[in-house]
């Protein structure tokens, strides 16, 4: 892990926001289990309160730790396209954070296919949120030079690099039945 990692891994450890790129757009973060941190990102980003953010987890075991049951479509879709730009909804687990949930008590969970921020999560050995690095309602920034000067200056560290896909991803909720596809991104259902 070299130096910036390290860094983005002691700000998040330590309760702080981090601004980094993902395999499709660059995101804005804090530990899941924080829940000051938590609040000053949706603060931050003058997110609406009934909006919750998906989290993002380094492997699919982890992803299992936070819901309370996955649907076999869920497991399907997980098994042929994570990692990569798939967000998907299930019922979460008792562990987590009820600012994070729907109004059905979902949890969107997305496993994402880039190997610096996969390593900044497995070394601060909890995930991440991983909602757009931009304030509610602005575009969402693809390349670092379209991230928000003033988001920049509001974050504890941008971890720099680049995004792969530049879409958005795909979201399947399976809290709904039948299932719904939410938003359509870079992976095609």
Same mark, same amino acid.
């Given at each position: 892990?070299?130096?910036?990692?390290?860094?983005?891994?002691?700000?998040?450890?330590?309760?702080?926001?981090?601004? #980094?790129?993902?395999?499709?757009?660059?995101?804005?973060?804090?530990?899941?289990?924080?829940?000051?941190?938590?609040?000053?990102?949706?603060?931050?980003?003058?997110?609406?309160?009934?909006?919750?953010?998906?989290?993002? %987890?380094?492997?699919?075991?982890?992803?299992?730790?936070?819901?309370?049951?996955?649907?076999?479509?869920?497991?399907?879709?997980?098994?042929?396209?994570?990692?990569?730009?798939? !967000?998907?909804?299930?019922?979460?687990?008792?562990? %987590?954070?009820?600012?994070?949930?729907?109004?059905?008590?979902?949890?969107?969970?997305?496993?994402?296919?880039?190997?610096?921020?996969?390593?900044?999560?497995?070394?601060?050995?909890?995930?991440?949120?991983?909602?757009?690095?931009?304030?509610?309602?602005?575009? !969402?920034?693809?390349?670092?030079?379209?991230?928000?000067?003033?988001?920049?200056?509001?974050?504890?560290?941008?971890?720099?690099?680049? !995004?792969?896909?530049?879409?958005?991803? +795909?979201?399947?909720? #399976? +809290?709904?039945?039948?299932?719904?596809?939410?938003?359509?991104?870079?992976?095609?259902?």
């Amino acid at each position: 892990m070299d130096k910036k990692m390290e860094k983005a891994v002691q700000v998040l450890k330590q309760g702080g926001i981090l601004i #980094f790129p993902t395999d499709t757009a660059f995101g804005i973060g804090c530990r899941m289990d924080d829940e000051k941190a938590i609040r000053k990102l949706f603060n931050l980003r003058k997110r609406p309160g009934d909006q919750p953010a998906s989290i993002l %987890v380094e492997s699919v075991e982890m992803a299992e730790k936070y819901w309370k049951d996955i649907p076999v479509k869920a497991h399907n879709l997980m098994t042929e396209y994570w990692p990569g730009a798939l !967000t998907v909804i299930c019922k979460a687990g008792e562990k %987590v954070s009820p600012l994070l949930l729907n109004e059905r008590n979902g949890l969107g969970i997305r496993y994402p296919d880039n190997r610096q921020l996969l390593e900044v999560i497995r070394g601060v050995g909890v995930p991440i949120l991983g909602p757009s690095a931009n304030f509610h309602g602005q575009k !969402t920034p693809f390349l670092y030079e379209e991230l928000d000067n003033k988001l920049i200056m509001s974050v504890d560290f941008v971890l720099p690099g680049y !995004t792969k896909i530049k879409q958005v991803s +795909t979201v399947v909720d #399976f +809290t709904k039945i039948p299932y719904e596809i939410v938003r359509q991104g870079g992976v095609k259902i």
